[in-house]
């Protein structure tokens, strides 16, 4: 497992979370109000995105939304690195 973390776009966001979370809407229906204030992470194995968030920074308070991992790669531990990642972040900003 090569597993890395970065910073990606609302766009980078939405497939995975409309396949894990709304997989009967368009695409264009799951971006959410504010996406575009949000910090977005990718957490990749390899070069395959398998997990997203997306964290809202509000002077010292900080939310996570939409956390969503590929169905075929839950249970494997990636939301608990990304959730770990968010919270180091988190952390460093607020």
Avoid: C
Avoid at 64 to 71: G, H, I, P, S
Wanted: aromatic share 8%.
């Amino acid at each position: 497992m090569s597993v890395t973390i970065r910073n990606i776009t609302t766009a980078e966001t939405l497939q995975l979370r409309r396949d894990v979370m709304y997989p009967d809407w368009p695409l264009d229906q799951v971006t959410l109000p504010h996406d575009a204030d949000g910090i977005h992470f990718g957490l990749y194995d390899g070069n395959r995105q398998v997990t997203v968030v997306s964290l809202f920074i509000d002077g010292a308070s900080a939310q996570f939304r939409k956390l969503a991992t590929a169905k075929d790669q839950q249970g494997k531990g990636f939301g608990k690195i990304m959730m770990s990642h968010r919270k180091r972040y988190a952390g460093n900003v607020a």
